[in-house]
């Protein structure tokens, strides 16, 4: 195994962290659950007839609460987990000396990135039971929660890259990791806002054309960048959904590499400043 991945895991299962993250995680994850299975099966405030829900639809909807909170508290540890590895050994100006080790820069690189992304997937792994349990309700099976669990991953290791860009940028850890916070309230936020608005122009258009077309593929293009997009059409099996998804996919694997590639390049001018 890569030293610096083994060096980087083992000090970061030794830290309480290791143990309470989880928990917490676990924690929250179950109560969305609880309170999506409860808002999903019955009248929850007991306003009057309440037309009774089939158990496929319960547990579609329970699924898909529980993978979106997944991603977000998955998102919200990623800056966390990446965008301090590099910052916190300038900081504690152990990074010359590592530059200078027998390791190249794409080891140190590659074991900070699997050591981060492996505490994701351990996280990531501990929530399967709880999506599992829309199993016994109906209407989500297993390729959904393959999909669900592939595009989430492909996320995480994107951002985690992205995140170690930052580290390897910015000397201080609370720059990086705010940077890293911007770049995903950016492509969570900001893509949504330029959707709609390209959508309300091109209704406006219609409205002056007199026309009443739906809205071409290319006004859901900024979505494409959005961390939910390949999690919300993931699940669908459409022509046009499969095509969308393969280039959001694609575009979050070209980020992750580029951010890796400009992270190794800042390493690299740090090993000849040496």
Known sequence: MNP???????????????????TLYLIALGAVAAISYKFNSGD?????????????????????????TQLTLLLLLVPVLSAGTFTIEKEQRTLPALLTSLLSTWEIWWGKFIAALLFL????????PVLSLTF??????????AITTATTLLVLASMSSVGLYCSSYFRRSVYATSVTYAFLVALSIVTVVAFLLLERWWASQQVLRGGSQEPPWWVATPLFL???????????????VILGLGVSLAL????GLLAAVLALRNLRRGYEDV
């Open 4 to 22: 610096m991945g083994h060096k980087e895991l083992r000090q970061r299962m030794r830290e309480r962290r290791a143990w309470l993250v989880p």
């Open 44 to 68: 929850p405030f007991d306003l009057g007839p309440w037309k009774e829900p089939q158990g496929a639809e319960i547990g579609m909807a329970l699924f898909s609460t529980v993978a979106y």
């Open 121 to 128: 997937v351990l996280l990531l792994v501990t929530s399967l």
């Open 136 to 145: 016994a309700l109906g209407g989500v099976g297993f390729l959904d929660l």
């Open 226 to 240: 959005n961390p939910y997009f390949p999690l919300t059409v993931g699940r669908f099996a459409k022509e046009e």
């Open 252 to 255: 979050f694997l070209g980020i």
